[in-house]
């Protein structure tokens, strides 16, 4: 038996998982995939001189392991255009060509004994920041969503698994914890979006738990539960095993606070129960997960059908759906008498060759799957706006290292992008990410009000003009752009101009579906004598980026008023 172990890093900078105790035979706790917490939004600051700036495809993404920070650089060279770390800051090491997915966590307090409450947890606490342990003042949600406006934000991970390294917390618990955190995140910016916590998977006990919540939110709030962007995880795991105690978990767990007559099977190693290898169209069993069926593409597309036929059952249809996280947990590594640790129930193992086959066959899926009835109205009607691969390396005897892009043996010597370090999983990613049928396309976003007061000396004031604008393409712009204000809507009066580098301050990534302005550009319009005036803002009016529409550069009008001195403003301040 081989056993390995997921733990807690203290501190809480660090949180690895992985596997739980698997025996020949026998099956175990769900596999939870070595997720990492770890860390700060994207600012301003000089990156890595390896940090190379590159046009990457938001549509992809990885999940980075900050155990292994040596990997961070590879991101670019993937053409990953997002990444997560499973927690809601970078700790300052950003990504220039990536997009950094923020994960505020939540947790259910359990006493001893198990005893749940209908109390819960934090993390970064709400508050604009507070002490770790060490007695050093860290950012809190209040401050990573001030110094990140227009930014978004996952809420929670996995809040549907029942256990210790992931978010633990019963659907009714979930539904107060998100309205308060949604709450402050709006208070603080009511430009952000916010995103549901991908559950693990979306089985029928999966589901069950969504409506709860959404159900629960209703009754306690009376009113739908506001999802900016809804989210989920995607994998295939059964759920309850007969052989475990009280017929309870199998690798992927029941859904926390479900009907466990909803959870899907083990099937204890049996393999008529199961599809016979590389027949998707017969399955004697559909309410059993087997282990052969980790990777099926028809299991795959069957949930993210109906997850989105559960969005649009709730009027939910017009917004867009991400995949936070997927790929094939089951290790390919050799046990001690040089066997396969772990093999399906046709005596196969999770070989480099079966998981290339599944990232190709169900990225495939994702780029080209559309419907008018069920999909995302702006991107097209795509059922999936956004997927992000587990992972870009972990050890290969932690859950998801069969699934790892790059060598884990070499990588941390090696330069990044260096195509030899690439497994075959990253070969076909990488592949994938560059045939994807990309464009750009530069859209203002709103010139901010302004309220100033005028100088004693000469009684003019100066207001600090900003522009918020956004791609809603697929592929990052990385040459600079020229914003230009103005103070009449012909656009024929120029304030002045500014010059947005993403050189140092970052990509403009894509997929902004929705209206999320997460770039902003601002210079100063000074001796203004006191009154009201409107600007504008032109993105690219130099037309430097090559976009797919050019006539929505344009921000909407902004307000500036200029009070004479010795009017009493009135000062606002978010805690």
């Not at 690439?422 to 560059?434: K, V």
């Not at 990509?507 to 997460?518: E, Y």
């Amino acid at each position: 038996m081989k056993t390995l172990f997921a733990g807690l890093v203290a501190g809480l900078a660090i949180l690895v998982l992985a596997l739980h105790a698997l025996a020949s035979g026998a099956e175990s706790d769900r596999l939870s995939a070595a997720r990492a917490a770890a860390p700060a939004a994207q600012d301003d600051s000089p990156q890595a001189e390896d940090d190379t700036l590159a046009a990457t495809n938001c549509r992809y993404g990885v999940g980075f392991v900050p155990s292994l920070p040596a990997s961070l650089s590879w991101i670019p060279t993937l053409d990953a255009g997002w990444y997560v770390n499973f927690s809601a800051s970078t700790y300052g090491v950003n990504v220039r060509s990536a997009t950094f997915a923020p994960v505020i966590r939540v947790r259910q307090e359990i006493l001893a004994g198990g005893v749940r409450t209908d109390n819960y947890t934090v993390f970064p606490p709400l508050t604009y920041s507070y002490r770790d342990l060490q007695g050093r003042v860290q950012d809190g949600v209040g401050s990573l969503v001030s110094k990140n406006r227009g930014h978004y934000w996952l809420i929670g991970n996995e809040v549907d698994v029942n256990n210790f390294v992931q978010d633990n917390t019963m659907p009714q618990v979930y539904a107060r914890a998100y309205h308060e955190i949604y709450d402050y995140i709006k208070r603080t910016d009511p430009t952000a979006k916010v995103a549901i916590a991908g559950l693990s998977m979306m089985t029928p006990g999966r589901l069950n738990y969504l409506s709860i919540v959404w159900d629960t939110y209703q009754t306690l709030y009376g009113q739908p539960m506001p999802v900016d962007i809804w989210n989920m995880h995607l994998y295939v795991l059964e759920e309850r095993n007969p052989a475990e105690p009280n017929n309870e978990y199998g690798d992927g767990k029941i859904a926390l606070g479900t009907d466990p007559a909803l959870a899907k099977w083990s099937s204890q190693g049996f393999a008529d129960r199961c599809p016979a290898p590389g027949d998707a169209s017969a399955d004697p069993r559909p309410d059993v997960h087997c282990r052969s069926e980790h990777d099926s593409v028809r299991i795959f597309r069957d949930q993210v059908y109906e997850m989105r036929r559960w969005m649009a059952a709730r009027g939910q249809q017009n917004k867009p759906l991400i995949i936070s996280e997927f790929g094939l947990l089951y290790p390919y590594v050799l046990d001690a008498n040089g066997q396969y640790f772990l093999k399906d129930e046709h005596g196969r193992p999770f070989d480099p060759t079966r998981v290339t086959k599944y990232l190709r066959d169900t990225i495939t899926f994702l780029e080209t799957a559309k419907d008018p009835s069920l999909g995302y109205p702006a991107d097209g009607n795509r059922l999936v706006q956004q997927w992000l691969w587990f992972s870009i390396v972990t050890g290969p005897e932690t859950s998801g290292g069969s699934s790892n892009l790059i060598k884990w043996t070499t990588f941390q010597n090696a330069t990044p992008g260096d195509p030899a370090q690439l497994t075959t999983m990253g070969q076909a990613f990488q592949q994938m990410a560059n045939s994807s049928d990309n464009w750009r396309n530069l859209v203002g976003g709103a010139a901010r009000n302004v309220v100033t007061l005028a100088r004693r000396q000469d009684n003019k004031g100066a207001a600090l003009l900003t522009a918020t604008f956004r791609n809603s393409g697929t592929l990052s712009v990385i040459q600079p752009i020229k914003v230009t204000f103005y103070s009449n809507q012909a656009l024929t009066q120029e304030i002045g101009s500014v010059v947005y580098d993403p050189s140092t301050r970052g990509a403009v990534a894509g997929c902004s579906w929705g209206g999320r302005n997460g770039e902003q550009a601002s210079i100063m319009w000074n001796n203004l004598a006191p009154g009201t005036y409107q600007y504008w803002a032109k993105i690219d009016t130099l037309n430097a980026v090559g976009e797919t529409v050019e006539t929505d550069n344009v921000t909407t009008a902004g307000r500036v008023t200029v009070r004479p001195y010795g009017t009493f403003v009135p000062l606002t301040s978010r805690q």
